[in-house]
């Protein structure tokens, strides 16, 4: 006996093992102070795991990553690995400052003997380049790498505040649906916003009526990506407008824009002047200026294009990617992770069946794919269609090999009537 209780109607005493009796309010008593032992614990373990941070990988590790998923682009995997390590140091920084005793004190010094405290600000990023490239893909494996909430939003259905369509809000809704409605995380993840080039300016010429899918986009993109506190709907705003707002701040949002910028090389060029005729001029140069004048892209290229000025100093880095020839297209089918012979492998290795693709079949998906000028979404869709008979078929079949060959790849293209759509367009 523990307490002295005798057993009774009101406290029925327990016999716990030999020897050792409990009473039911002693037994309230010990469960009472585990879980408030548990749960004080679980505070300690959720306090500690929130000061130890991460380690960043650096540009180097960044970029060697990156070249597991996409096939060159080394000039634009090498501005974005050097824009999100230093964005990510930054944050770093900020919070060890904020959690560490011995950097408030240091700060707090520096502040009271008149220092000037340097405050490094975020560079986002714009990437330009023709569709098919990688910009997304390139997005996409940065926040997996980083292991951060990523969302994907194209500026296409964005309008101003009142017209029919997305608020700007909206970029960050989806933000907090990826990563739980956790806003401490939500506050230092990664939005990628595609099509960025389609919101362009429609005119430079005053007109009465509001450009509410371009400028208006514009400018209401510039809160957010030079950082301040936003209320963001989290179902949306016109369909839920009785919904509590979220307060979400993107001073540490890192916003990665892309977009082709069709017809941007016109204006290169004619900054560039590349049609110079006369002595003297280096033929071989002109012609490699003529093959990819992205390279070539400026700030006051875009501006011309009509993104306006404020949005394009909120967007620091600028970089370019190259147009895919017919060597990166063909190692882009085999070499990746998560190249396209790899998984239809997989698909057919999960049947049981061996794929294997000859040397002159996938240089015949490139040609095709060379010919159609869309990059490395073309590649799929090639595939896709070469291999949508074998993929009905071999799953019924009894057989352990399937082979994929020259003759086989020109006979799918031609039933599919892929040179008719070519000729038509």
């Known amino acids: 006996m523990m307490c002295g209780n005798v057993d009774s109607k009101a406290t029925p005493v327990?016999?716990?093992?030999?020897?050792?009796?409990l009473c039911t309010d002693c037994i309230q008593y010990i469960d009472n102070a585990r879980d408030h032992e548990l749960a004080e614990r679980g505070k300690e373990e959720k306090k500690s795991t929130a000061t130890t941070l991460p380690p960043i990988p650096t540009p180097?590790?960044?970029?060697?990553?990156?070249?597991?998923?996409?096939?060159?682009?080394?000039?634009?995997?090498?501005?974005?690995?050097?824009?999100?390590?230093?964005?990510y140091k930054r944050i770093r920084q900020q919070q060890l400052a904020a959690e560490n005793p011995v950097e408030k004190k240091v700060l707090k010094d520096a502040i009271a003997d008149g220092d000037d405290m340097v405050d490094i600000e975020k560079s986002n990023i714009?990437?330009?380049?023709?569709?098919?490239?990688?910009?997304?893909?390139?997005?996409?494996?940065?926040?997996?790498?980083?292991?951060?909430?990523?969302?994907?939003?194209?500026?296409?259905?964005?309008?101003?505040?009142?017209?029919?369509?997305?608020?700007?809000?909206?970029l960050l809704?989806?933000?907090?649906?990826?990563?739980?409605?956790?806003?401490?995380?939500a506050q230092k993840g990664i939005v990628f916003i595609d099509e960025i080039d389609k919101i362009a300016r429609k005119?430079?010429?005053p007109s009465i009526t509001r450009d509410v899918s371009g400028e208006g986009v514009q400018q209401g993109l510039l809160k957010l990506l030079e950082g301040s506190t936003v209320l963001v709907p989290p179902n949306g705003g016109r369909k839920h407008p009785e919904q509590k707002m979220i307060a979400v701040d993107t001073k540490n949002i890192l916003f990665i824009c892309g977009g082709a910028f069709d017809g941007i090389e016109r204006k290169i060029a004619s900054r560039l002047n590349t049609h110079v005729v006369g002595y003297g001029v280096n033929e071989e140069q002109k012609k490699e200026q003529r093959d990819n004048l992205m390279r070539y892209v400026l700030p006051q290229d875009l501006k011309?294009?009509?993104?306006?000025?404020?949005?394009?100093?909120?967007l620091p880095v600028l970089t370019s990617l190259d147009p895919l020839d017919r060597d990166a297209l063909r190692r882009i089918l085999t070499e990746p992770r998560n190249a396209l012979v790899r998984q239809y492998r997989k698909l057919f290795e999960i049947d049981g069946v061996e794929l294997e693709f000859t040397e002159?079949?996938?240089?015949a998906i490139v040609d095709k794919a060379v010919e159609y000028k869309l990059g490395a979404r073309?590649?799929?869709?090639?595939?896709?269609?070469?291999?949508?008979d074998a993929m009905f078929e071999v799953p019924s079949l009894k057989v352990k090999t399937f082979k994929v060959d020259k003759a086989y790849v020109e006979d799918k293209l031609e039933k599919a009537n892929f040179d008719k759509v070519r000729l038509a367009d």
């Open 126 to 170: 714009i990437m330009v380049g023709p569709t098919g490239t990688g910009k997304t893909l390139l997005a996409k494996t940065i926040a997996k790498l980083l292991d951060v909430p990523f969302a994907i939003v194209d500026a296409t259905v964005l309008t101003e505040a009142g017209y029919v369509g997305e608020d700007i809000e909206s």
């Open 14 to 21: 327990i016999s716990v093992i030999d020897g050792l009796t």
């Open 378 to 388: 073309g590649l799929r869709s090639i595939v896709e269609t070469v291999m949508v």
């Open 304 to 314: 011309s294009f009509g993104l306006i000025p404020e949005i394009i100093g909120r």
């Open 173 to 185: 809704t989806r933000l907090l649906q990826n990563c739980d409605y956790d806003v401490e995380r």
């Open 60 to 87: 180097l590790e960044i970029k060697a990553y990156l070249d597991q998923y996409v096939i060159g682009q080394d000039e634009a995997k090498k501005y974005l690995s050097v824009a999100v390590y230093n964005h």
């Open 203 to 205: 005119s430079d010429n």
């Open 360 to 363: 002159d079949a996938l240089d």
